[in-house]
């Protein structure tokens, strides 16, 4: 007879763990880079010579973990494209930052539509364990949607606070990689950023975690690339997992 599972030892001295949502909690990465390959990809064109966006490693490098205006803006200077920041009811398109950001959320809110996104389920394990321990969890993410994400993916309930980029435009909270997202998670659930851990996929958000003095630092490297593990390192990862299932330990024999 199998025990229930425990704890890694990183997790163990550990009062609460802050996830992030896009490809920690949910697999929604990949959705969310279809979306701005589409939305990048039309401003590239217009705008001529450009080669197109890389759904991996222009979106690890310049979107991920980032809020949509952030990341938009970040990657077309990347391409040398110093578009204005436009308005914020600007019209889905390419002549403005603020345009390609909605151009982009039309896209992901229509893939979401078409197809739920599932969860990761060595995370939804870990979730589970660590609501059986008392461990209290919080989501962070800085797209609008993640809270119906996880509405969508019935994990909601295994998290008591959800800090996403409704309640950060609401409160005024710069994105990553400032960990005003991280530290407010924290704040939420009553226990220091130094008793606290973060699970991060993004390089932004590694760094964010480091910046805000979180105990513990996981880096998430779901794409195994040869040099993706390093990257979460240099940024502040003290621990690098291809999955969090991976911080938690078989239960013993009984």
């Known amino acids: 007879m ?7 030892a990183p997790l163990r001295s550990l009062r609460a763990v802050v996830f992030d949502t896009d490809g920690v909690i949910t697999d929604s990465a990949a959705v969310h ?15 001529g010579g450009q080669r197109p966006f890389d759904p991996v490693d222009d979106y690890l490098r310049h979107v991920d973990g980032r809020a949509r205006e952030d990341g938009a803006a970040e990657f077309l200077r990347a391409r040398g494209l110093e578009l204005p920041l436009g308005d914020v009811d600007d019209a889905p398109g ?6 390609v950001a909605a151009r982009k959320d039309e896209l992901f809110t229509a893939r979401l539509r078409a197809r739920p996104v599932a969860t990761w389920p060595g995370t939804v394990r870990l979730l589970h364990v660590l609501r059986d321990l008392g461990v209290p969890c919080a989501a962070v993410s800085a797209s609008r ?9 019935d994990v909601l309930p295994l998290f008591r606070t959800v800090v996403d980029g409704n309640e950060a435009h ?14 407010e998670a924290a704040r939420r659930l009553g226990v220091p950023a130094q008793d606290t851990a973060v699970v991060e996929d993004a390089l932004a958000g590694v760094e964010a975690g480091r910046r805000g003095g979180f105990g513990l630092v996981v880096g998430v490297d779901r794409t195994a690339g040869p040099h993706s593990a390093a990257a979460l390192r240099r940024r502040g990862a003290d621990v690098v997992v291809s999955d969090p299932g991976e911080l938690l330990l078989p239960g013993e024999g009984g």
Do not use: I
């Open 145 to 153: 949607h993640a809270t119906e994400l996880l509405t969508a993916a």
């Open 2 to 8: 199998t025990g229930a599972p425990s704890l890694a």
């Open 33 to 47: 880079a279809a979306a701005w390959k589409d939305a990048f990809d039309a401003c590239l064109s217009a705008a």
């Open 170 to 183: 609401r409160l005024g909270l710069p994105g990553k990689p400032d960990p005003a997202l991280f530290v």
């Open 94 to 99: 390419t002549a403005t930052v603020r345009a």
